[in-house]
């Protein structure tokens, strides 16, 4: 071997070695794991809110004033990625423009999507980050004619399951926009809950730690016929089905808890 070529079989194994697990955009809401969670607002009234938000332990923040629920159904963009209750920034004037949004998350995540409603100019982008100021992820936001025609989805996955932030970049502060169906895949399948007790600050919602509380709490779910309790088709690793929920709550999504539950993280 000449000094060159050891070289380049060097550089290409420490290019192996080094090289980050890859990270790929998901082209639509489908290509998620249907293990996600989707916050759609439309639980919310519309009108002005305050900023910060948080619906189902996310945090929605306008890094330039309040936020507002705002209906795009007047819109032919409803219906595609976004629909019925959306969120805004509150504006309403020049004074008031269009800002980021931030979204917390109150575990690590290794999927991330959402709808972005009527994005006109270029320049609007998806970042996700981890721990660290710097976005581990940028996406750029298709755009499409002013006027309310369309909706774009953006989302990102990450085999290292560390996204814990993530910003909706608006282009300008005069290019209108909301965000619906926020899909957040969490980095630990069976980490449900940060309690087990109903009322509790946390109930229903993952802190990145798997615990016997997890447990108990997919123990009330499934008592409960939650639909949430619905996991897979069948309980058996490799069969069709396995992991895709199926609509119907029985033995087998119990068996298939108890399964991702003692794989653990
Ligand atoms: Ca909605
Ligand atoms: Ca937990
Ligand atoms: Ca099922």
Known sequence: MTPSSTRAVGSAILFAIASPALAEPI?????MSPHGLTVDF????FGPVASPLTIAGLTFTASGGDLSIYS??????????????????????SSNPHTDI?????????EVGLGWFDPNFSG???RVFGTGASPLETLAV????????????????RAEGDIVRVVAHVSSPSDFYSIDNVRITFACPPDLT???????????????????????????????????ADLTTGAIPGQPGYGVPNGV???EDFFYYLTIFSMGC
């Open 249 to 251: 709550i029985n033995n």
């Open 194 to 228: 940060a309690g087990a007790i109903a009322g509790q600050p946390g109930f229903g919602v993952p802190n990145g730690i798997l615990s016997n509380d997890d447990f108990f709490y997919y123990l009330t779910i499934f008592s409960q016929a939650n639909p949430a």
């Open 142 to 157: 298709p755009s499409f004619p002013a006027g309310g025609c369309c909706a774009a989805f953006v989302g990102i996955r």
């Open 27 to 31: 082209a639509s809401p489908s290509a």
């Open 102 to 110: 931030e979204i917390t998350l109150p575990a690590p995540a290794r």
């Open 124 to 126: 609007n982008e998806l």
């Open 72 to 93: 795009v159904t007047q819109w032919a963009a409803n219906g595609t990625f976004v629909e019925g209750a959306t969120l805004r920034p509150a504006i309403g004037s």
């Open 42 to 45: 439309e639980s919310q009234p």
